[in-house]
């Protein structure tokens, strides 16, 4: 039997906290059971800092807001191999968190998309990782500025995983 403390801990470890520029947290639960390896490539990453100061390189109103590149230029990624897809048929919707990937499925890196809508990106369907879904603070990605590239666009502030982020500020 867990207690409530063990529960929450657990969930912890599944929730990302990512401040952005656009004035707050966005909270986003990862989805292992359906993307294990994705999760595993973004909660290293965090843990590395990676996504700290990375801006929001590519918005479109309607359809989603991406970052995850360090150039801020759409072009670049992390250190790491490419990943193979784990494509599934979850149901893309306002906030479902996919990576972006190149023009071949396995090209997926350390790029990911949350979208806008419950309908702008339901063709992305079966075709991009889904690894994550915003579960509160929609409104600050609303915010973020539009554009490819934005001409003054918003970044990450700090992304952190939830068990971590107080600790860590300690």
Known sequence: MTTAAQDTQAGE????????????????????????KHVERIKQLTAE???????????????MAQTGDPTGTGMGGSKYDDLPAEFSQYEYKRGTVGMARGGSPDSANSQFFICFTDTGC???????????????????????????????????ISLKIAGESSEAAE
């Open 49 to 63: 800092g990676f996504y700290d100061g990375v801006v929001f390189h590519r918005v479109i109103t309607g359809f």
């Open 13 to 36: 470890e599944n929730t990302l906290n990512m401040e952005v520029s656009s004035g707050g947290t966005v909270v986003i639960e990862l989805l292992p059971d359906i993307a294990p």
């Open 122 to 156: 339901s063709f992305l369907r079966g075709q991009y990782t889904v690894f994550g879904q915003v579960t509160s603070g929609m409104e600050y990605i609303d915010a973020v500025a539009v554009g490819e590239p934005p001409a003054n666009p918003d970044n990450i």
